[in-house]
């Protein structure tokens, strides 16, 4: 029996790197076969490229993860088992805040210390994408300082550290087929910086739920009653389940859009599902100045499945 063994996971840990860039594509859905070859050879190629580059930018860091959306499973491995939980995200909504849905098949998210690492992966990624897929959106992200999400505040650290990270990020005998896979939820958000620059400290505080320059968690009865920390909270029977999420910022400044890309990897996708149908209930006082743009789920196949992907083991 495969056994639950986070190497053989693709890089769905807390590590958010220097420059990060996350691309979403759509198949073309011209020619089905076609796909599915090209698919077949950026499975074995994709791994080969990150092989490479580790030994040319030995310093650099690099973490990929690839990923299909349901809507891609079904085109490109029809006759396959589908993960338990792989479905089409189709947006959730509360009282006062919606968090809607956006298309997309093929998934990435690049990062490393150097631009220039993730500039050679992702330009030889799409060498052998390119003729069967079109981009719906690339984002670049950047660390900014002090690891902190572009709203300020340090990020991350009640996200599990890698070292415990696997009983949240990654799939286990529950879906035996596929075993150190895992769920990526990855969503786009645009703010509104100037109302939230003009808050007080205080208020930002509060709607976090943490200190805003020591990172320190404030308690419950000082926060606002949609903090951040408090609505996406999910915790069935008392008992809190957590997510490898990571916020990564982006910017053009010159145009003032500024946001934040969240991706949170998890084990089991209805975890964070819960987070965000949480977030939207309760009116998560980060949904108060930002809009959001984009949002999918996607399956990010162990590298024993990208390899049986790459020798024709789904499509046959
Ligand atoms: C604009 C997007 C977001 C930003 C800027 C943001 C930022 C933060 C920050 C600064 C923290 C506190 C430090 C930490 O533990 O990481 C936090 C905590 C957390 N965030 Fe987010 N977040 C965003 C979106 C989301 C989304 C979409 C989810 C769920 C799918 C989520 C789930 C959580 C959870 C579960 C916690 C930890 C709560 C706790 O146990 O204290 N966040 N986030």
């Known amino acids: 029996m495969v056994s639950i063994n986070p190497a ?12 990060v860039d996350f691309v979403v594509l759509s198949l073309t859905r011209a020619d089905q076969a076609a796909a599915q070859a090209g698919i077949e050879e950026f499975a074995d190629r994709s791994q080969a490229i990150i092989r490479s580059l580790r030994i040319r930018a030995a310093e ?7 990923g299909f959306s349901n809507a891609a499973w079904d085109y490109l491995f029809p006759n396959a088992a589908k993960p338990k939980e792989l479905e089409t995200f189709t947006g959730v909504s509360g009282p006062e805040y919606s968090m809607p849905a956006s298309a997309g098949d093929i998934f990435l998210h690049v990062r490393a210390k150097t631009e220039a690492t993730v500039y050679e992966v992702v330009s ?6 390119k ?6 959106d690339e984002t670049k992200g950047f660390r900014y300082f002090e690891g902190r999400a572009i709203i300020g505040f340090i990020d991350g650290t009640e996200a599990p550290e890698v070292q415990d990270a696997a009983e949240y990020a990654i799939i286990g005998h529950e879906d035996p087929e596929f075993i150190n896979g895992s769920y990526a939820f990855a969503q786009k958000w645009l703010h509104d910086m100037s109302f939230w620059e003009n808050q007080s400290t205080e208020t930002q505080e509060k709607a976090v ?3 805003k320059f020591n990172d320190l968690e404030l308690e419950d009865e000082e926060k606002f009653k949609n903090a951040h920390n408090v ?3 999910y915790e069935p029977n008392g008992e809190e389940q957590k997510i490898v999420r990571m916020n ?5 400044p010159a145009n003032d859009a500024t946001g934040t890309y969240f991706i949170g990897y998890s084990r089991y996708w209805h975890v964070t599902k819960n987070m965000l149908i949480n977030m939207v209930d309760q009116s998560d006082f980060l949904l108060t100045f930002s809009t959001l743009l984009s949002g999918q789920l996607y399956f990010i196949p162990s590298r ?12 046959n």
């Open 304 to 315: 024993d499945l990208l390899a049986d992907i790459a020798d024709g083991k789904l499509t």
């Open 60 to 66: 650099d860091n690099l973490k990929v993860a690839i």
């Open 231 to 233: 609505a996406s909270k």
């Open 124 to 129: 030889q990624y799409r060498r052998f994408l």
């Open 8 to 19: 053989k996971a693709q890089d769905v840990w807390k590590d958010v790197g220097e420059h």
């Open 131 to 136: 003729d069967f897929t079109t981009v719906v």
């Open 248 to 252: 990564v910022p982006f910017s053009d």
């Open 209 to 211: 739920g943490r200190e």
